[in-house]
């Protein structure tokens, strides 16, 4: 299919499996593929590196001093990496999880993000994941796509995830933390988490990957009008 040079924004809450999909879907258009929470998390790893994260979770006012030397980037591969080093085991850890919420609300740290995002960004043919792409960093995205998936069905794919990543997490735990990230997310003043009026809905819950690409191919062809 020749896909014209479009934004596609891919928004969602926290596992329901938006990244695989988004992954998935820029490889088979072959477009780029860029993973926004990976931005969030390696801020928040920043900040408990430099320890300006306390253990009851309050952040630091220095974190706006310091956020200018955090060296970000994406290897080729796509790993997210600081100081040119990947950093994808550390930044999924429940450790970062847990924290990354409260950090991403902070207006000073999605301002820093933003700029990183419409940087790499800039030349369009891309798929773009995260909470507020269709709202906020690209609000005239071409092509917008909000997924969701059941509570139940995000919980296994989160547990399965951390397992298969070597930590060992209760079903309780891994629940909890996205019941808060949710409610964190959606109820921040900047940005929030929510729908894009004109965004179409993907309830994953029931469909394998490659459904969710053959729907969405679907939804390329009408939209834009390629037979
Ligand atoms: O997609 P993820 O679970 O890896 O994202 C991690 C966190 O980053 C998530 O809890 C909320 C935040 N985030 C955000 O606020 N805005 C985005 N565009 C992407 C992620």
């Not at 609300?105 to 792409?133: N, Q, T």
């Not at 690409?213 to 009408?222: A, E, F, P, Q, V």
Request: proline residues 3%; aromatic residues 8%; charged residues 25%.
């Amino acid at each position: 299919m020749q896909t014209p040079d479009i934004i596609i924004a891919v928004d969602g809450g926290a596992s329901t499996g938006k990244s695989t999909f988004a992954r998935s879907l820029a490889a088979e258009l072959g477009f780029l593929y860029l993973d926004s929470g990976a931005i969030y998390r390696c801020v928040t790893h920043f900040a408990l590196q430099r320890k300006l994260i306390d253990s009851s979770g309050a952040v630091s006012p220095e974190l706006e001093n310091v956020l200018g030397e955090l060296d970000f980037s994406f290897s080729p591969e796509g790993h997210a990496c600081i100081d040119g080093k990947s950093v994808e085991r550390s930044i999924r850890s429940l450790k970062v999880s847990s924290r990354v919420s409260v950090i991403s609300a902070l207006p000073y740290v999605r301002r820093f993000v933003d700029e990183i995002l419409h940087r790499l960004g800039s030349c369009g043919r891309l798929v773009m994941d995260g909470r507020d792409i269709g709202t906020t960093v690209f609000p005239n995205a071409e092509l917008k796509i909000f997924v969701t998936a059941s509570e139940q069905v995000r919980a296994k794919r989160r547990y399965d995830e951390m397992l298969s990543k070597g930590e060992t997490p209760t079903m309780e735990e891994v629940l909890a933390n996205l019941r808060e990230r949710d409610y964190i997310d959606s109820h921040r003043a900047t940005s929030p988490l929510r729908k894009a009026d004109d965004a179409f809905v993907l309830d994953n819950s029931d469909l394998t990957v490659r459904e969710e690409i053959i729907w969405t191919l679907g939804l390329i062809r009408g939209k834009f009008g390629i037979l």
